[in-house]
C-alpha cells in the first residue's frame, strides 16, 4: 500500500547540509511503473517505488537530478508533518 504523502529528503554529498520537501502523490505513473508524487508548485516531482526508492524525475529544462534524497512515509497525525492540522498551533 502506497502511502499518499512522502517527505524527501535532499542532502549534498557530505550529508551535512538537508532540504526537505513534501510531496503528495499524483494520478500519474512514472517510467519505473510506481506512482509519481509532487510538492504543491510542481516543480518537485519523484517516482517512489513502494520500497521507498527514489527516482527524481524532470519538471523543465535545466534541471539536474539530485543524487542524494531519501524518502520518509508521512502518516496521518505524524507529528514530525509540518501540514498535519493537528500540530498546528490555534
Same mark, same amino acid.
Given at each position: =500500500? %502506497?502511502?499518499?504523502?512522502? !517527505? ?22 512514472? /517510467? ?7 510538492? /504543491? ?10 520500497? %521507498? !526508492? ?25 507529528? =514530525? ?10
Amino acid at each position: =500500500m %502506497n502511502s499518499v504523502r512522502y !517527505e524527501l529528503v535532499f542532502s549534498d554529498d557530505t550529508g551535512s547540509t538537508q532540504d526537505v520537501v513534501i510531496v503528495g502523490r499524483t494520478s500519474s505513473k512514472g /517510467p519505473g511503473g510506481h506512482p509519481v508524487y509532487a510538492d /504543491p508548485t510542481g516543480i518537485i516531482r519523484a517516482e517512489i517505488s513502494d520500497r %521507498n !526508492e527514489v527516482r527524481i524525475l524532470a519538471s523543465g529544462g535545466h534541471q539536474v537530478p539530485a543524487p542524494h534524497v531519501l524518502a520518509r512515509r508521512l502518516t496521518d497525525g505524524d507529528p =514530525m508533518d509540518p501540514a498535519d492540522p493537528s500540530t498546528s498551533a490555534t
